[in-house]
């Protein structure tokens, strides 16, 4: 079975600064990864997406993840913090061709940001 | 705009009581799905279903109960054998993941005991 750990319950990180939320992965096969972002009561919404074309793959709001198989990992950086990007982001993964195989989700991570 | 519309936002639950989450999607997904949140946990299936009258239980499915009558439409009982509801529920839909079609998630109800 699938799953995925993101290391770091809790990244602070200055205004301006390097946004880097890690997130690895264990699949039998070489998996979809998928990076979301919740702000406060609200749902998920979609940052990026892999899907097994390029391994960088880049998103929304300036956010871009590398998808690293020697490392099992699928890390989300930005290279400049803002203040709205304070949320908590979650790692998810599930296997391809395999219909509507449900995600399987990380802790998640939540990402503060200091003024 | 397509999209899935979780309601009620707010939800409070007596004991004893059964109460039914409502989700409604109009993005023609076959697949829909039923998630708990608690601080700290992340994301915990409870119920999910790939197609009309059918559905499987996820990973924390006792005390709750589902059904897919339509394709739109995937409501969430919890009954009073659950005896800890207070959390975040979300309900979520997708395509198939080969015609790379992400999942979209509803807004969310939050449930508590009174």
């Known amino acids: 079975a699938q799953s995925v750990t993101q290391l770091g319950s809790h990244v602070s990180v200055s205004e301006g600064a390097l946004v880097l939320l890690r997130c690895n992965y264990s699949?039998?096969?070489?998996?979809?990864l998928f990076w979301y972002v919740q702000y406060p009561n609200q749902g998920l919404q979609l940052l990026l997406k892999?899907?097994?074309?390029?391994?960088l793959v880049k998103g929304i709001n300036g956010f871009e993840a590398e998808f690293k198989k020697s490392e099992t990992s699928f890390h989300l950086t930005k290279p400049s913090a803002h203040m709205s990007d304070a949320a908590e982001y979650f790692c998810?993964?599930?296997?391809?061709?395999?219909?509507?195989?449900?995600?399987?989700f990380g802790k998640g991570t939540r990402l503060s940001v200091i003024a | 705009d397509g999209g899935i519309t979780q309601s009620p936002k707010y939800l409070f639950r007596k004991e004893g009581q059964n109460v039914t989450l409502s989700c409604e999607q109009n993005?023609?997904?076959?697949?829909m799905y039923w998630y708990r949140q608690d601080p700290g946990q992340g994301l915990r299936l409870i119920y999910y279903?790939?197609?009309?009258?059918?559905?499987q239980k996820g990973d924390i499915a006792e005390g709750y109960s589902v059904s897919r009558e339509k394709k739109e439409s995937f409501p969430l009982t919890v009954t009073s054998a659950q005896k800890n509801p207070t959390a975040f529920y979300l309900c979520a839909s997708n395509g198939r993941w080969e015609f790379n079609q992400p999942q979209h998630f509803g807004d969310g109800t939050r449930l508590s005991i009174l």
């Open positions: 892999y899907t097994s074309a390029a391994t």
């Open positions: 699949s039998s096969v070489p998996p979809y």
């Open positions: 993005l023609n997904h076959d697949a």
């Open positions: 279903s790939q197609i009309v009258n059918d559905f």
């Open positions: 998810a993964v599930t296997l391809p061709n395999s219909g509507n195989t449900p995600l399987v």
